[in-house]
């Protein structure tokens, strides 16, 4: 992939050890609400190994133990403007889950911003809700939604 010009966006490299981490990310790495890295399962478990247990191996921000500090972690990054804390807020919005009400319209307002801001994930889920259409909360429209995908897909998104 990458000797044909292809390139993986930074989001899919571990910042502590700088290696890709391997597809599916989900699987191979923890999200971390506190400073929106992905950290890959082999940095986590050297920094469970140097005895931090309840601490992010990226920021050194405390685990947080409950749903509110899980919002609040990501609320304090979404003033900052980080467009993967608002498609991570919006995540949580449109599924209405750990605490929120479910509010799709909401979750897609905070997508959009954060596709605005350079988040490929975002344009990814807006592709997947105007593909899907009422279910999703907006009016079907397949056209727009291959268009958001395509621009994802362009920013190196791998499901798109």
């Known amino acids: 992939m990458y000797s044909q010009g292809h390139e993986r966006p930074e989001f899919d490299f571990c910042p502590l050890c700088l290696l890709a ?5 989900q ?4 999200f971390n609400p506190c400073c929106m890295k992905l950290v890959c399962n082999g940095c986590r478990l ?8 309840d601490a992010c191996p990226f920021c050194r921000t405390t685990t947080p133990s409950t749903n509110e500090e899980i919002i ?3 609320q304090r990054r979404v ?13 949580l919005y449109f599924k209405g889950v750990i605490g929120l009400d479910k509010d ?9 911003e954060a596709a605005e801001l350079g988040s490929n994930n975002a344009l990814f889920n807006l592709g997947d809700v105007y593909n899907h259409g009422e ?10 939604g291959i268009r958001y995908w395509e621009k994802a897909a362009m920013q190196g998104h791998v499901n798109s």
Do not use: C, N
Request: proline fraction near 6%; hydrophobic fraction near 40%; glycine fraction near 8%.
């Open 135 to 144: 279910s999703a909360g907006v009016a079907l429209d397949k056209t727009k």
């Open 79 to 91: 003033a900052a403007r980080d467009p993967e804390a608002i498609r991570q807020l919006g995540d």
């Open 27 to 30: 699987q191979h790495s923890y």
């Open 46 to 53: 050297a920094a469970k190994k140097q005895g931090s247990f």
């Open 21 to 25: 981490i391997p597809f599916p990310s």
């Open 104 to 112: 799709m319209s909401r979750g897609i307002e905070l997508w959009s």
């Open 72 to 74: 609040t972690l990501i």
